[in-house]
């Protein structure tokens, strides 16, 4: 039940956006024995969810989300200073964000976390690009490499730093929203190992071999689909935004909510061809279903959504039959 006051302190700092006061907690549960990975799980992480929570609900703002997240941050640094003046055990790892992945904070999280077990952390922080990942990954020769990836818009970037270091022979530990509750999207990506939480990230970290091998070619058909809805990506939200009546006319839903439905939904189906896991999809449908209604939008939006993403995809049968499948009408919806 402690983790439950820590929890609600921490929570309540954040909705005060009182910095000072959320830097206090977690120090002084680090300076009182509190394991450094439990405070960052259980307090900073299960912050954070619930602050995504507030948004999807429509109770908070970006511009909220965005500042709870600032002090979060400053949060887990506090933790890594902390955590900086643990001895180390010699092992490196590099942790990186794919590119197009803005969320720094998990990233912060794991390699926190695994500083705190004696690895020697290298953060590359927030959208690394492919240069720099590979660079970094021949200068540092790291025992392992962490890839941290919370949408699923760039688990395709993901695939290439884990080809790039597959090649290299160094094992890669993955995690992060956009993988899931389960290891299926990590495997089909060639990911040596997949964690759920900074805590089995530890072990997973602890148990990689030493060496892995090159990985195969991901199947042709679904990366040249994948491709072709990279290149279209605009030019197919564009279409849709003009066709769809939660867009087509101006309001204060279409003009921000609306576009990141799209978005999302293009990059869930990216993310199926991809994997090979179709549940990007259906969770997805769920997410903008929640997130409209929430905004009070009739459920046949989504309907409609679906209708138009089928028409516009009626070249690519892969994705267009993703959509047929699997985004469905809303919970609920008669």
Avoid at 10 to 20: D, F, G, S, T
Avoid at 53 to 67: I, K, N, P, S
Avoid at 264 to 275: P, V, Y
Avoid at 281 to 292: F, G, H, K, N, R
Wanted: glycine share 6%; charged share 20%; proline share 4%.
């Amino acid at each position: 039940m402690r983790e439950l006051t820590w929890l609600s302190d921490y929570q309540q700092a954040l909705a005060e956006r009182n910095r000072a006061a959320a830097t206090d907690i977690v120090t002084r549960l680090l300076v009182d024995g509190v394991d450094p990975v439990t405070v960052l799980t259980e307090v900073v992480a299960a912050a954070q969810r619930e602050v995504g929570l507030r948004w999807q609900r429509g109770e908070w703002t970006v511009a909220d989300e965005h500042a709870c997240t600032a002090i979060s941050v400053a949060a887990t640094r506090a933790v890594a200073e902390f955590v900086g003046q643990l001895p180390l055990s010699g092992k490196t790892v590099l942790v990186a964000c794919a590119e197009r992945e803005w969320h720094e904070l998990p990233a912060m999280i794991i390699a926190c976390s695994l500083r705190s077990h004696g690895w020697n952390t290298t953060l590359l922080g927030a959208a690394t690009s492919p240069m720099r990942f590979s660079q970094h990954l021949a200068d540092i020769g790291p025992d392992a490499v962490a890839v941290s990836c919370s949408v699923l818009g760039a688990l395709p970037t993901t695939r290439r730093f884990i080809e790039a270091a597959s090649a290299a022979g160094v094992p890669v530990l993955v995690g992060g929203q956009a993988f899931g509750r389960d290891d299926a999207r990590a495997r089909a990506l060639g990911a040596t190992a997949w964690a759920g939480d900074a805590h089995s990230a530890v072990a997973a970290m602890n148990r990689l071999p030493a060496v892995v091998a090159a990985l195969p070619n991901l199947p042709a058909a679904a990366v040249t689909e994948q491709t072709v809805l990279d290149v279209r990506h605009r030019a197919i939200v564009d279409s849709v935004r003009a066709s769809w009546s939660l867009t087509r006319t101006p309001s204060p839903v279409g003009a921000g909510i609306g576009t990141d439905t799209l978005n999302q939904t293009l990059h869930a189906i990216s993310a199926a061809l991809l994997t090979g896991d179709s549940r990007p999809i259906s969770e997805t449908a769920e997410w903008v279903c929640d997130i409209l209604r929430a905004r009070s939008v009739n459920d046949s939006a989504v309907t409609e959504l679906a209708q138009l993403l089928v028409a516009v995809l009626a070249d690519l049968p892969l994705s267009r039959r993703l959509v047929e499948d699997h985004f469905t009408r809303c919970p609920g919806q008669a």
